[in-house]
């Protein structure tokens, strides 16, 4: 095993100018989004958002924390296959994924900042005598929390090495194993309990989302979702960077991610067999559709990526994580949005749409995510160094 | 180094001993809770409702809510739904012509709009911070906004839609029934019953109320019966536990027997609700959802309970990784060189 790792190049800063369209284009929507939070936390939540009693969580919940978190899987996913299943040949993809997983997840841990309307409370959800172990959200606020610690920890060699902190660096690998065993629990614990979010609300909740699995079909998907987000960071990064795409690397990760996928879909039918809630799948209503755009999305990658050949074409390996992001989006969507009918259908007169400041605010969020990973990327070793640096 | 070598190693066979335990004792799924026996509630009756909505009224008094408008004119308190500034509203049924009341079709309908106090409420359950908490004695489900991190898990969570959060405020706080507790240490009780002509919404014991829904159901549709109104005495009245009301005069009238569905929404809804329901016209009609005998909050609680109950099972799946990643991640130790070097 050793031997695979001598052949990695180690990392490096991929160099070059910070100052360019992508990273001016950030900075605009981020300050658009700084902007329109300004307006939130003066006038309260109404004022950019288009939340109301039926729809209490929008996409700032959603999108920014739900969402984001799973699209910040990738780190756990990629460190369970090299620490966990031991197959070091996938070292180097370690940390640009656990790079963009620190970005995701401390966003998302922000981000819940902006949609609590009693924001300065917000220690009370880790104080004893406020605490409360029964909820779920205790459960997600505490772990997340904690995982976000960790990975800073995990990720700090990269900023050690780069300041020539070589104690701390050793200091720090001594229990980097530890590190590393809780950066898989604890993201096994609270992607689940992000799924279990939905199952208080009981009948509120479209039946071909709400089931006692749920917690295993949110695990599930967020390990996939990691490893489709690495072909995706991966292909993007390479074709952004002018850097060699790691085909060698991609191919058997996309197969491990076919494999987990189709563990999934079976577990999906499986319990929607089982509870006999497929036929509501096969209703004219809005939900049904949404299942069917999820399920194909979760599908897609069989036909898109199925034969080695086909996963040695970067093109498709980008295509498969794209619809593997898709389909966690859906996902996540339909059980708390789209399958979510406040009061159980007898008060018909809520609706809602993300109003465009909100929307500002959650590609902010993303933009914030894209312009760190840039400035890290270019300035500390992260991603494995190339033969002749080319990026610019 | 081998300290901490120990260290791991006891925590792994710990790990596996409480595992052992565990699966030993197998957790006990949570079952869904029942009304406490002191539990207070409502009896609303929509076959008496008038729909005077002098409990609608009442109730913004009581709370000292303002009053919210939907005319052109904003003369009127008109809101359109419960919301953080109104706790209780009276909604109609209409179908048709409208010609009789209480009727299915063809007819017309009032029904009361405010928290029902589930035995095992999904805000309590769902409240991360205890700012939703639930009286162990009169079970009454009360909200602190001085604990509230306003996450809004409590307004997805009730499957009645009943607490709310102001939008349009920088400090929002949730709004909803809390059954006029505030009242009770001056020996008054809900406002909106206090002031009901019809004793169409009548205070009192769960329990107590419960046997008054039965013993209308009972009653033959078009006959004339005695209703109480206001407070509905228990049977054992004058207890220690009821002296804490006010004394006023007995309020009973007789009225006529209305044709209601044979069912006492909030029985067994949910493991029930301390506030009761009687319909003429079918409860799902009237916005009050089917819900299973099952709470929401016992399904939660046992997945969490299985989960984590006392922690046992992450500390044995870290334990478990902790043991491999220790084995795997000692190969990066000994690269460390060749690492160095490829810098």
């Not at chain 1, 739900?66 to 460190?79: D, K, L, P, Q, Y």
């Not at chain 1, 499986?270 to 006999?276: E, I």
Request: with cysteine.
């Amino acid at each position: 095993m050793a031997a695979d790792r001598h052949a990695h190049h180690a990392p490096a800063p991929v160099g070059g100018n910070l100052f360019n369209a992508a990273t001016l284009v950030c900075g605009v929507l981020i300050a658009i989004m700084i902007a329109v939070l300004a307006v939130r936390f003066v006038f309260g939540l109404g004022a950019v958002t288009n939340l109301n009693d039926g729809y209490p969580w929008g996409i700032w919940v959603v999108v920014d924390v739900v969402i984001g978190s799973a699209f910040a899987c990738g780190g756990f996913s990629v460190a369970m296959l090299v620490y966990i299943f031991n197959k070091g040949q996938y070292h180097p993809l370690v940390r640009p994924a656990l790079l963009a997983s620190l970005f995701g997840y401390t966003l998302a841990g922000v981000g819940v900042i902006f949609d609590l309307g009693r924001w300065w409370n917000f220690w009370h959800i880790f104080t004893p005598g406020y605490a409360n172990p029964n909820s779920v959200m205790f459960e997600v606020a505490v772990c997340i929390s904690a995982y976000i610690v960790v990975m800073w920890l995990e990720f700090s060699p990269a900023f050690l090495e780069k300041w020539g902190m070589e104690d701390a660096r050793r200091k720090l690998n001594k229990v980097l194993f530890f590190l590393i065993a809780l950066g898989t629990v604890l993201p096994m614990m609270h992607q689940s309990s992000l799924g279990t979010l939905i199952v208080v609300m009981g009948v509120q909740v479209n039946p071909l989302w709400q089931t006692q699995l749920i917690p295993l079909l949110f695990l599930l998907t967020a390990v996939v979702i990691g490893y489709g987000v690495v072909l995706f960071e991966s292909c993007v990064a390479s074709s952004a960077y002018r850097r060699k795409i790691e085909t060698h690397l991609l191919e058997p990760l996309a197969k491990v991610m076919l494999t987990m996928l189709g563990a999934f879909v079976v577990v999906r039918f499986g319990d929607l067999l089982v509870r006999g809630a497929l036929p509501l799948a096969f209703q004219g209503s809005v939900a049904a559709l949404a299942f069917w755009v999820e399920t194909l999305c979760f599908l897609a990658p069989f036909a898109v990526v199925g034969s080695a050949s086909a996963r040695r074409n970067p093109a498709r390996l980008f295509l498969a994580g794209v619809a593997i992001m898709l389909g966690g989006v859906f996902m996540r969507l339909n059980a708390f949005l789209i399958g979510y009918d406040t009061g159980v259908g007898v008060d018909p007169g809520w609706h809602y749409f993300p109003s465009v400041p909100e929307l500002l605010v959650t590609i902010g969020m993303f933009a914030v995510e894209v312009l760190g990973y840039i400035v890290i990327t270019r300035r500390f070793p992260v991603l494995p160094r190339e033969e002749a640096q080319v990026a610019q | 180094m081998s300290t901490r070598r120990n260290f791991l190693r006891g925590m792994v066979a710990a790990s596996g001993a409480a595992v052992a335990a565990g699966a030993a004792k197998p957790a006990a799924a949570r079952e869904t809770r029942q009304r406490p026996p002191e539990a207070l509630g409502l009896l609303f009756d929509a076959t008496l409702c008038v729909g005077c909505k002098a409990c609608v009224a009442a109730c913004k008094q009581a709370n000292d809510n303002p009053a919210e408008f939907s005319t052109v004119d904003r003369l009127w308190d008109t809101p359109l739904d419960t919301s953080a500034h109104t706790f209780n509203l009276i909604k109609m049924y209409r179908s048709g012509t409208m010609q009789t009341k209480d009727a299915e079709e063809n007819g017309y309908a009032f029904m009361k709009t405010s928290c029902m106090h589930c035995a095992d409420p999904s805000c309590v359950s769902a409240c991360p911070v205890s700012a939703m908490t639930k009286n162990p004695e009169n079970g009454v489900v009360e909200y602190d906004a001085d604990a509230c991190i306003g996450c809004r898990y409590c307004v997805v969570a009730c499957p009645f839609g009943i607490p709310k959060y102001e939008y349009d405020s920088p400090t929002g706080k949730i709004g909803k029934c809390e059954l006029c507790r505030h009242r009770y240490k001056d020996g008054r009780y809900s406002a909106c019953a206090e002031v009901c002509p019809t004793g169409a919404t009548l205070f009192g014991r769960s329990a107590d109320l419960l046997a008054e829904a039965k013993r209308r159901l009972a009653l033959k549709p078009g006959e004339t019966a005695v209703f109480p109104r206001g407070r509905l005495r228990a049977a054992d009245e004058g207890g220690v536990r009821h002296a804490v009301w006010r004394e006023e005069p007995d309020q009973s009238y007789e009225n006529v027997v209305g044709s209601y569905q044979q069912h006492v929404y909030g029985e067994t809804e949910y493991g029930g609700t301390q506030v009761l329901k009687l319909s003429g016209v079918p409860f799902e009609k009237v916005g009050m959802p089917k819900l299973p005998p099952e709470a929401a909050a016992a399904h939660s609680e046992s997945i969490q309970h299985m989960l984590y109950g006392g922690l046992v099972m992450p500390l044995a799946v870290l334990g478990a990784m902790t043991f491999i990643a220790r084995r795997h991640v000692r190969h990066d130790d000994e690269n460390e060189g060749e690492n160095r070097d490829g810098r």
